[in-house]
């Protein structure tokens, strides 16, 4: 294969927005030796395509994934100490309430870089530098929605679902990460298909398994109506406290977008200590520091009220229920097959998205759908919080 002498994007076919990108032939296939200009450009392709794929980069090493990670956003905090909670979720992620705690185990020689996957890695095998066996779970929608799949629909219908469309953050205390980097280590063949059927409508999209969707903010708030539109400029999501523990009790929807409402959510005097200063509220739409576009990016499972600003002046609030309801209607056609992008593994695949652009989730069934068997899988994952707040730019 010849290699060019710059970095060169080429739009997914047949695919809403993303981009491949290949890597000049200066870099030894190492995207840390990228040049200023190349690194510019692919800073940009992040920002314009929102997801870029980068082929053959299963040696990344954990440490050169964390530089990598880190180029994206100059405002991220060197770590001061051992155990320093700045990555995407700090000490929220595995708290023993939190839904987030089985989601992975931590590369001990660089913190910042999550194992993501399922089933167990003996010591040095790819992917797994810890010294130790690792066991890891994928996660799967049957343990968070309110009414999953049948086992006969996951394992003769090879049905699955949306898991959890999110942004990586934790939505308390630290801000969303601006870039998350996935490497891809072993993943189950790309040839074994699944499908999401969706609960309101006949639509169908069949996809790989373990197939990672994004969907475009930007495309999310093309698409609102005008009204529409003015509400998602002029409201603020609040969040509450460890949002992923007050949610714990309670199950999604079917597609993945929100919680169904029934009362269940955890109340804020038996979570573990908060504080009001670190509660975030967050603008609905962000806007694209690169492009100018708006993108709407709220996290329908973990919000907690909406604040919209009257031309009056006033402010009107929405409940949470009323605020679920509100948000998934702006959403739901953000996910029909047409306007999804699903990612098919192939081992060695580094995707790099811009977190404050898209909202993405996990697909596929990986357990028992193997003649009974697990699909083995291993990920390494890094996103940072970030150091400055996603802004409207009206
Ligand atoms: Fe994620």
Redesign the pocket.
Known sequence: MTQASKLEITPLEDQPFGCLVSLPGYCDNDPLKLNEEDFKTLFNAVHTHLVVVVKDQAKLSPKSQYELTKMFDPTIPEPKQEGFAGYGHGKEFRHEQSVLRKDGTTVKSQPQVQILGQGTFEANEPGNENGEAISLTHPSHTTFHHTPLSEDEIKNQHKTRFYRW?I?SALYDLLPPVV?TLLGIKVPPATEMQTISYEDSDEELKLALGATCFFSGQQAFDRLSEEEKQFALNTTVEYPPHPYIFISPAGATSDGITMVSEGKELAFDKMPEWEPEKIKRLPMVWTNPVTHKHHLQVHGCCLYKLHTKCPDGSIKTLGLEDARKKVHSMIRPAISPSRVLAHAWSEGDLVLFYNRGVL?SVTGELKGVKNGNDEKRLMHQCNIASGIEPVVVQ
Do not use: A, K, Q
Request: glycine residues 0%; without cysteine.
């Open positions: 999110h990586d998350t993405h």
